[in-house]
């Protein structure tokens, strides 16, 4: 399973860390990432880190601000959030990104989540 | 950037019925497409995987379909605990959501 912490209130241009800690599966063995969701809204993808934590990728809306990263050692992940903005709002997830081939098909998709945490950016 | 639209936004239909619901993608994105589904207050669920492949332990009444910028979802005989938003979302180029379709229970 997938636990995020460190959500919270925080003020326009202010910044917050998001931890996730993972348990029950090899967790250097995937792909991860954060997916966010506004209230009453639709899902966004925010950022993804690989398995070493040497390749990361971000959404446009949060490249610049936002940083990725990860321990395995500690199987955890964690979502450095700085100059937060009002649309930063939202319940943040993180997702275990499970993708292989066999002889028959390729298997792809966020297939583990967490519960969330709430960021909510307001003065 | 790949973007991602469903229709219809919301449906509601009866325990029973057959719904569908659509996915365009703005460019083709061949067969590297999810489904979830999620319920309030829960996280997103995988539901189907490649356009049409069922996750485990899935009931068989979710069907997916699709290849290229068109895709479709379809529930067969609708069933009280399928009241829930769904959503696609391509792998093709990083990961983009669909907007969300949510069904509801007449």
């Known amino acids: 399973q997938l636990v995020e912490s460190g959500g919270g209130l925080v003020q326009p241009e202010g910044s917050l860390r998001l931890s996730c800690v993972a348990s029950?599966?090899?967790?250097?063995?995937?792909?991860i990432s954060w997916v966010r969701q506004t209230p009453g809204k639709g899902l966004e993808w925010v950022s993804d880190?690989?398995?070493?934590?040497?390749?990361?990728y971000y959404a446009e809306s949060v490249k610049g601000r936002f940083t990725i990263s990860r321990d395995n050692a500690k199987n955890s992940l964690f979502l450095q959030m700085n100059s937060l903005r009002a649309d930063d709002t939202a319940i943040y997830y993180c997702?275990?990104?499970?993708?292989?081939?066999?002889?028959?098909?390729?298997?792809?998709?966020?297939?583990?989540w967490g519960q969330g945490t709430t960021v909510t950016v307001s003065s | 950037d790949t973007q991602m639209t469903q229709s219809p936004s919301t449906l509601s239909a009866s325990v029973g019925d057959r719904v569908t619901i659509t996915c365009r993608a703005s460019q083709s994105i061949s067969s590297w497409l999810a489904w979830y589904q999620q319920k309030p207050g829960k996280a997103p669920k995988l539901l189907i995987y490649?356009?049409?492949i069922l996750e485990s332990g899935v009931p068989s009444r979710f069907s997916g379909s699709g290849s290229g910028t068109e895709f479709t979802l379809t529930i067969n005989s609708l069933q009280p605990d399928d009241s829930a938003t769904y959503y696609c979302?391509?792998?093709?180029?990083?990961?983009?959501f669909g907007p969300g379709t949510k069904v509801e229970i007449k």
């Open positions: 029950g599966f090899t967790f250097s063995s995937y792909e």
């Open positions: 997702a275990r990104w499970d993708a292989y081939c066999n002889r028959t098909t390729c298997y792809a998709g966020f297939d583990v």
């Open positions: 979302q391509q792998y093709d180029s990083l990961w983009t």
């Open positions: 880190i690989g398995r070493s934590g040497k390749t990361t």
């Open positions: 490649k356009a049409s």
